[in-house]
């Protein structure tokens, strides 16, 4: 070896023994405080939801017999009860003047209003652009079941939506892409991802003060309505959707099939009458989905956005909740002798991404490459 390479290794071994003299034992990390999602709080009740976390094997294909020149509409079905602030936002993001590139040709809403101490009422509805009929209700039950299947039994569309919960905001491309979704496939069952208001779960914001004071700040710090899409920016996935849609989706508070499936299906099921109608949202959208003719199709781009309002699943807190979601996991139970567990029908996937719904496409993403990884 020459002179300088044994200088240089020389010079290597003083260095490497500094470095090990200076070294010090790193500090043990601080325990993480416990933490227990929702989810995770529920999940050892009898009959909770089994989460999904692949697919069923088959590949979607499209049929060919879609007729793009039939006539098409869409009847959304609304229901609404003590929540007259939040509907008339809800109603508002299906209006013509925020829905983009469709007109009132293309679809009506059918708000139906369970009554309460707390009414929306007719008159709110009237005035806003678009094609619009207000329907109130007496109604003995908590369950919004009836009103569902009343709603869907004055529809004139082809295809029939469904927004179980009044409070639920929309962005501007929803009804273009259900149409569009409809054009590709003749039994499309299209999903809208739901998201929370708010950047967690409400479930879990209404125990560290959020309320609707908050979030109407929120509101006004995207200036919504000027941009529909900016509602991503201020929310969070539910938990319906927590996995992201890249994985079984839970259930979607925003959807649409087609008329002759509504009816094959015999409508939502009356014998759900649990409080809101416990689990009832989750079970059509898992019987349409899983019926041998049907294509799942999910809206990317696209979202349902949820306002607090004291709501069953989002305004209850500790045991009272519990004891609720046990009750509704119970009837589900009952009445379908398991668990609810999503469908694994794979979906195809359509819309345009705006780019504040970039992160939940790497969301997504992450959870499907993170659970692969664990298998």
């Not at 799942?296 to 979601?325: A, D």
């Amino acid at each position: 070896m020459s002179i300088i390479g044994k200088l240089r290794r020389f010079a290597g071994s003083i260095k490497r023994a500094l470095v090990a003299d200076d070294a010090q034992p790193p500090a043990p990390a601080p325990a993480p405080a416990p933490t227990v999602s929702p989810l995770q709080a529920v999940t050892k009740l009898p009959f909770a939801p089994q989460y999904s976390t692949r697919f069923d094997s088959p590949m979607p294909v499209l049929p060919h017999t879609a007729n793009a020149a039939a006539p098409l509409k869409i009847s959304i079905v609304v229901i609404v009860y003590k929540m007259p602030e939040q509907a008339r936002k809800t109603l508002y993001s299906l209006s013509t003047e925020y829905q983009q590139g469709v007109s009132a040709d293309d679809y009506e809403v059918i708000v139906v209003e369970n009554k309460s101490d707390q009414l929306l009422g007719e008159p709110a509805v009237r005035d806003i652009p678009g094609n619009f009929r207000y329907f109130l209700r007496d109604e003995t039950q908590p369950t919004p079941v009836f009103a569902i299947n009343f709603g869907a039994a004055q529809a004139c569309g082809t295809h029939i939506a469904v927004i179980i919960d009044g409070a639920r905001m929309c962005t501007p491309g929803v009804i273009n892409y259900m149409l569009g979704a409809a054009k590709l496939s003749p039994s499309a069952v299209t999903a809208v991802p739901g998201y929370h208001l708010g950047h967690e779960l409400q479930q879990v914001s209404i125990l560290k003060g959020y309320n609707e004071a908050a979030e109407a700040e929120l509101l006004a710090s995207i200036q919504w309505p000027a941009d529909g899409y900016r509602l991503f920016d201020i929310a969070c996935l539910s938990g319906s959707c927590s996995s992201g849609f890249f994985k079984p989706i839970g259930e979607s508070n925003c959807f649409v099939v087609p008329k002759a499936v509504f009816e094959q299906l015999g409508g939502f099921d009356e014998n759900f009458t649990e409080t809101g109608g416990g689990q009832v949202n989750l079970d059509f959208y898992k019987r349409a989905v899983e019926l041998p003719e049907t294509q799942l199709v999910i809206l990317l781009g696209e979202g349902s956005f949820h306002q607090i309002h004291g709501g069953v699943t989002t305004g209850t807190k500790g045991s009272h909740r519990e004891e609720t979601m046990a009750a509704h996991f119970a009837q589900y139970g009952k009445l379908r002798g398991e668990a609810y567990r999503p469908p694994g029908k794979r979906a195809i996937y359509l819309g345009a991404i705006p780019d504040s719904a970039l992160k939940y496409i790497r969301h997504g993403s992450t959870t499907v490459m993170m659970m692969n990884d664990l298998k």
